[in-house]
Protein backbone atom coordinates (compact mmCIF):
# COMPACT_ATOMS: atom_id res chain seq x y z
CA UNK A 1 0.00 0.00 0.00
CA UNK A 2 1.57 3.50 -0.97
CA UNK A 3 1.71 6.12 2.02
CA UNK A 4 -0.39 8.29 -0.64
CA UNK A 5 -3.16 7.57 -2.68
CA UNK A 6 -4.48 9.22 -5.34
CA UNK A 7 -6.43 8.37 -8.51
CA UNK A 8 -4.13 9.19 -11.79
CA UNK A 9 -7.25 9.80 -13.97
CA UNK A 10 -7.70 11.73 -16.18
CA UNK A 11 -10.57 13.96 -13.97
CA UNK A 12 -12.57 15.82 -16.79
CA UNK A 13 -14.56 18.93 -16.11
CA UNK A 14 -16.46 21.56 -18.08
CA UNK A 15 -15.43 25.02 -18.06
CA UNK A 16 -17.43 26.65 -14.94
CA UNK A 17 -17.76 23.20 -13.07
CA UNK A 18 -16.52 22.15 -9.55
CA UNK A 19 -13.53 19.79 -9.66
CA UNK A 20 -13.23 17.63 -6.39
CA UNK A 21 -9.43 16.13 -5.96
CA UNK A 22 -8.88 13.68 -3.48
CA UNK A 23 -6.14 12.01 -1.26
CA UNK A 24 -6.01 9.57 1.16
CA UNK A 25 -2.48 9.17 3.24
CA UNK A 26 -2.07 5.73 5.04
CA UNK A 27 0.36 7.04 8.69
CA UNK A 28 -1.41 8.65 10.82
CA UNK A 29 0.99 11.15 12.75
CA UNK A 30 1.05 12.92 9.34
CA UNK A 31 0.86 16.39 10.57
CA UNK A 32 0.88 18.80 7.59
CA UNK A 33 -0.93 18.40 3.67
CA UNK A 34 -0.03 19.97 0.93
CA UNK A 35 -1.86 20.84 -2.86
CA UNK A 36 0.78 20.96 -5.85
CA UNK A 37 0.01 22.07 -8.98
CA UNK A 38 2.73 20.70 -11.94
CA UNK A 39 1.94 21.69 -15.61
CA UNK A 40 3.85 19.55 -17.86
CA UNK A 41 7.49 19.79 -17.91
CA UNK A 42 7.01 22.30 -14.95
CA UNK A 43 8.13 22.56 -11.48
CA UNK A 44 5.81 21.54 -8.74
CA UNK A 45 4.11 24.77 -7.52
CA UNK A 46 2.26 24.93 -4.24
CA UNK A 47 -1.01 26.06 -4.22
CA UNK A 48 -3.03 24.61 -0.83
CA UNK A 49 -1.24 23.74 2.56
CA UNK A 50 -3.45 22.35 5.36
CA UNK A 51 -2.76 21.46 8.94
CA UNK A 52 -6.18 20.81 11.38
CA UNK A 53 -9.33 19.51 10.26
CA UNK A 54 -11.56 21.04 8.47
CA UNK A 55 -11.80 23.46 4.93
CA UNK A 56 -9.61 26.11 4.26
CA UNK A 57 -10.34 28.27 1.30
CA UNK A 58 -7.99 30.62 -0.63
CA UNK A 59 -9.78 32.23 -3.93
CA UNK A 60 -11.12 29.59 -6.08
CA UNK A 61 -9.36 26.62 -3.88
CA UNK A 62 -10.87 24.93 -0.90
CA UNK A 63 -8.86 22.16 0.91
CA UNK A 64 -10.16 19.89 2.93
CA UNK A 65 -8.68 17.79 6.03
CA UNK A 66 -10.36 14.56 7.85
CA UNK A 67 -7.51 13.45 9.67
CA UNK A 68 -9.73 10.38 11.62
CA UNK A 69 -10.34 9.17 7.96
CA UNK A 70 -7.05 10.01 6.81
CA UNK A 71 -8.11 12.13 4.03
CA UNK A 72 -7.48 15.32 2.00
CA UNK A 73 -9.88 16.35 -0.71
CA UNK A 74 -8.69 19.68 -3.27
CA UNK A 75 -12.36 22.10 -4.45
CA UNK A 76 -11.62 24.05 -7.58
CA UNK A 77 -14.34 26.34 -8.47
CA UNK A 78 -15.16 27.82 -11.53
CA UNK A 79 -12.77 25.51 -13.01
CA UNK A 80 -10.79 26.58 -16.21
CA UNK A 81 -8.77 26.07 -18.96
CA UNK A 82 -5.74 27.14 -17.44
CA UNK A 83 -6.58 24.63 -14.16
CA UNK A 84 -5.66 21.71 -16.77
CA UNK A 85 -2.59 20.26 -14.95
CA UNK A 86 -1.80 17.25 -12.23
CA UNK A 87 -2.39 18.12 -9.08
CA UNK A 88 -0.36 16.44 -6.41
CA UNK A 89 -1.29 15.67 -2.82
CA UNK A 90 2.01 15.39 -0.47
CA UNK A 91 2.07 15.24 3.57
CA UNK A 92 4.55 15.31 5.87
CA UNK A 93 5.04 14.54 9.73
CA UNK A 94 7.10 18.21 10.67
CA UNK A 95 9.51 19.80 8.64
CA UNK A 96 10.49 16.62 7.39
CA UNK A 97 10.40 15.13 3.76
CA UNK A 98 7.27 15.49 1.90
CA UNK A 99 5.40 11.77 0.76
CA UNK A 100 3.79 12.42 -3.10
CA UNK A 101 1.37 10.81 -4.17
CA UNK A 102 1.32 9.94 -7.82
CA UNK A 103 -1.02 12.97 -8.75
CA UNK A 104 -4.29 12.92 -10.46
CA UNK A 105 -4.26 14.48 -13.86
CA UNK A 106 -6.89 17.35 -14.59
CA UNK A 107 -8.64 18.02 -17.83
CA UNK A 108 -10.98 21.08 -18.04
CA UNK A 109 -12.98 21.15 -21.50
CA UNK A 110 -14.43 24.82 -22.49
CA UNK B 1 12.07 37.35 -4.87
CA UNK B 2 14.26 34.69 -6.88
CA UNK B 3 12.95 31.11 -6.73
CA UNK B 4 14.80 27.63 -6.56
CA UNK B 5 16.90 27.51 -9.40
CA UNK B 6 18.39 24.73 -11.01
CA UNK B 7 20.91 23.71 -13.45
CA UNK B 8 21.30 22.04 -15.81
CA UNK B 9 17.92 21.69 -17.65
CA UNK B 10 18.80 19.15 -19.13
CA UNK B 11 21.44 16.24 -19.05
CA UNK B 12 21.73 13.50 -21.75
CA UNK B 13 25.08 11.28 -20.55
CA UNK B 14 26.00 7.81 -21.27
CA UNK B 15 26.11 4.82 -18.62
CA UNK B 16 29.55 5.19 -16.43
CA UNK B 17 29.73 8.54 -16.96
CA UNK B 18 29.84 11.47 -14.06
CA UNK B 19 26.82 13.88 -13.92
CA UNK B 20 26.90 17.03 -11.42
CA UNK B 21 23.42 18.37 -10.58
CA UNK B 22 23.22 22.12 -8.94
CA UNK B 23 20.45 23.96 -6.59
CA UNK B 24 20.49 27.43 -5.57
CA UNK B 25 17.64 27.35 -2.80
CA UNK B 26 15.56 30.65 -2.21
CA UNK B 27 17.68 33.17 -0.66
CA UNK B 28 17.62 32.73 3.25
CA UNK B 29 16.21 29.00 3.43
CA UNK B 30 17.91 26.85 5.61
CA UNK B 31 16.30 23.76 4.86
CA UNK B 32 17.29 22.11 1.64
CA UNK B 33 15.52 18.70 -0.30
CA UNK B 34 16.39 17.03 -2.94
CA UNK B 35 14.07 14.35 -4.92
CA UNK B 36 13.47 12.65 -8.12
CA UNK B 37 10.77 11.49 -10.22
CA UNK B 38 11.44 8.38 -12.26
CA UNK B 39 8.92 7.78 -15.08
CA UNK B 40 5.81 7.00 -14.10
CA UNK B 41 6.08 7.17 -10.69
CA UNK B 42 5.53 9.58 -7.57
CA UNK B 43 7.99 11.92 -7.11
CA UNK B 44 10.06 10.45 -3.92
CA UNK B 45 12.26 11.99 -1.32
CA UNK B 46 16.58 11.54 -1.66
CA UNK B 47 17.58 13.76 1.09
CA UNK B 48 17.59 17.19 3.44
CA UNK B 49 20.23 19.34 4.27
CA UNK B 50 19.53 22.10 7.71
CA UNK B 51 22.05 24.81 6.46
CA UNK B 52 25.13 22.59 5.58
CA UNK B 53 24.21 19.30 7.51
CA UNK B 54 22.61 16.00 6.50
CA UNK B 55 19.54 16.31 8.42
CA UNK B 56 18.34 12.58 6.68
CA UNK B 57 19.84 10.78 3.54
CA UNK B 58 18.07 8.30 4.12
CA UNK B 59 16.10 8.07 0.54
CA UNK B 60 19.81 8.10 -1.32
CA UNK B 61 19.57 4.72 -3.87
CA UNK B 62 23.22 3.89 -3.12
CA UNK B 63 26.88 4.84 -2.62
CA UNK B 64 26.64 6.28 -6.49
CA UNK B 65 25.24 9.40 -5.30
CA UNK B 66 26.62 11.83 -3.18
CA UNK B 67 25.19 15.18 -2.08
CA UNK B 68 26.93 18.48 -0.39
CA UNK B 69 26.07 21.50 0.53
CA UNK B 70 29.13 23.59 1.43
CA UNK B 71 28.74 26.72 3.32
CA UNK B 72 24.89 25.94 3.25
CA UNK B 73 24.28 27.77 0.31
CA UNK B 74 23.92 25.89 -2.79
CA UNK B 75 23.48 22.19 -3.14
CA UNK B 76 25.67 19.69 -5.57
CA UNK B 77 24.35 15.89 -6.29
CA UNK B 78 26.90 13.91 -8.11
CA UNK B 79 26.26 10.42 -9.63
CA UNK B 80 28.84 8.57 -10.29
CA UNK B 81 29.22 6.22 -12.51
CA UNK B 82 25.50 6.51 -13.86
CA UNK B 83 23.39 4.10 -14.97
CA UNK B 84 20.38 3.65 -16.78
CA UNK B 85 17.73 3.42 -14.00
CA UNK B 86 19.23 6.86 -12.70
CA UNK B 87 17.33 8.34 -15.31
CA UNK B 88 14.38 10.91 -14.06
CA UNK B 89 13.62 14.50 -12.71
CA UNK B 90 15.58 15.70 -10.30
CA UNK B 91 13.99 18.24 -8.33
CA UNK B 92 15.58 20.23 -5.37
CA UNK B 93 13.43 22.16 -3.10
CA UNK B 94 13.97 24.66 -0.07
CA UNK B 95 12.01 25.68 2.96
CA UNK B 96 12.43 28.63 5.36
CA UNK B 97 14.01 27.12 8.96
CA UNK B 98 12.29 29.36 10.75
CA UNK B 99 8.24 29.29 10.03
CA UNK B 100 6.00 26.47 11.28
CA UNK B 101 4.00 26.00 7.97
CA UNK B 102 6.64 23.44 6.69
CA UNK B 103 6.18 24.21 2.77
CA UNK B 104 8.46 23.95 0.23
CA UNK B 105 9.29 26.01 -3.00
CA UNK B 106 10.75 23.49 -5.56
CA UNK B 107 12.60 24.10 -8.47
CA UNK B 108 12.41 23.43 -12.57
CA UNK B 109 13.87 20.25 -12.28
CA UNK B 110 16.75 19.06 -13.95
CA UNK B 111 15.92 16.13 -16.41
CA UNK B 112 18.71 13.32 -16.46
CA UNK B 113 18.73 10.64 -19.52
CA UNK B 114 21.27 8.32 -19.19
CA UNK B 115 21.64 6.08 -21.91
Known amino acids: QKEVEQNSGPLSVPEGAIASLNCTYS??????FFWYRQYSGKSPELIMS????GDKEDGRFTAQLNKASQYVSLLIRDSQPSDSATYLC??????????FGTGTRLQVFP | EAGVTQFPSHSVIEKGQTVTLRCDPI?????LYWYRRVMGKEIKFLLH????????ESGMPNNRFLAERTGGTYSTLKVQPAELEDSGVYFC?????????????FGPGTRLTVT
Open chain 1, 27 to 32: DRVSQS
Open chain 2, 93 to 105: ASSDLGQTNYEQY
Open chain 2, 49 to 56: FVKESKQD
Open chain 2, 27 to 31: SGHDN
Open chain 1, 90 to 99: AVNKIADKLI
Open chain 1, 50 to 53: IYSN
